[in-house]
C-alpha cells in the first residue's frame, strides 16, 4: 500500500512548480505579487515528500513502483530512500534560506519554480531503476557495435 504512494515524492514538487508556473504565466503580476504564499506553497510540497519519504524509509519498504503503467519503474531501497531524504533535506534548507535571505525581485517566483522542478526531478532520478537505464543503455550497446571498449 504505501509503495503505490512513491510516484508522490517526485510529483508533490513537479505538480506544484506545474501549478505555480501556469499560474505565473496566466496572472504574472498577480503572482509576482504574492512572493511569500508562493514560496510557502512549494516549502509545503516539499515538505509533505519529505514527510512520505521518512515513513517509508521508517516502515523499511522496499521494491518496484511501476508509474502508471508506462514501463518506467521507481525502484524504492533504503540507499534511495536515504539518499533521498538527504536531497530533499538540501533542497528544503536552500528554499527556506531564500525566502529569508532573497529579495523579492522580477524572478523571485521562477527561482522558486525551477527549484521545486530540480527538487522533483532529481527525486526521480534516485528512484530510478528502469528510468536512468533507459538513458544510458542505447548508449553503451551503440559503443559494443562500434567495437570501443573501456
Same mark, same amino acid.
Given at each position: 500500500? #504505501?509503495?503505490?504512494?512513491?510516484?508522490?515524492?517526485?510529483?508533490?514538487?513537479?505538480?506544484?512548480?506545474?501549478?505555480?508556473?501556469?499560474? #505565473?504565466? /496566466?496572472?504574472? +503580476?498577480?503572482?509576482? !505579487?504574492? %512572493? +511569500?504564499?508562493? /514560496?510557502?506553497?512549494?516549502? %509545503?510540497?516539499?515538505? $509533505?515528500? &519529505?514527510?512520505?519519504?521518512?515513513?517509508? #524509509?521508517?516502515?523499511?519498504?522496499?521494491? =518496484? @513502483?511501476?508509474?502508471?503503467?508506462?514501463?518506467? &519503474?521507481?525502484?524504492? @531501497?533504503?540507499?534511495?530512500?536515504?539518499?533521498? &531524504?538527504?536531497?530533499?533535506?538540501?533542497?528544503?534548507?536552500?528554499?527556506?534560506? /531564500?525566502?529569508? !535571505?532573497? +529579495? !523579492?525581485?522580477? *524572478?523571485?517566483? !521562477?527561482?522558486?519554480?525551477?527549484?521545486?522542478?530540480?527538487? *522533483?526531478?532529481? =527525486?526521480?532520478? %534516485?528512484?530510478? *531503476? /528502469?528510468?536512468?537505464?533507459?538513458? =544510458? @543503455?542505447?548508449?553503451?550497446?551503440?559503443? @559494443? +557495435?562500434?567495437?570501443?571498449? $573501456?
Amino acid at each position: 500500500m #504505501l509503495l503505490n504512494l512513491t510516484w508522490l515524492i517526485p510529483g508533490l514538487p513537479i505538480i506544484a512548480s506545474i501549478f505555480i508556473a501556469v499560474l #505565473l504565466l /496566466s496572472f504574472s +503580476k498577480t503572482i509576482n !505579487r504574492l %512572493t +511569500k504564499p508562493v /514560496s510557502y506553497f512549494l516549502i %509545503t510540497s516539499l515538505v $509533505f515528500s &519529505e514527510i512520505i519519504n521518512f515513513i517509508l #524509509l521508517n516502515q523499511n519498504i522496499s521494491g =518496484y @513502483d511501476p508509474l502508471f503503467g508506462s514501463g518506467i &519503474e521507481l525502484v524504492v @531501497d533504503t540507499p534511495a530512500l536515504i539518499i533521498a &531524504e538527504l536531497i530533499g533535506f538540501i533542497f528544503l534548507l536552500i528554499m527556506i534560506f /531564500s525566502v529569508a !535571505r532573497l +529579495k !523579492r525581485r522580477s *524572478g523571485y517566483i !521562477r527561482y522558486f519554480v525551477v527549484l521545486g522542478f530540480l527538487s *522533483g526531478f532529481i =527525486y526521480l532520478f %534516485t528512484f530510478s *531503476g /528502469s528510468l536512468f537505464h533507459n538513458f =544510458y @543503455d542505447p548508449l553503451l550497446s551503440s559503443l @559494443d +557495435k562500434t567495437g570501443i571498449s $573501456f
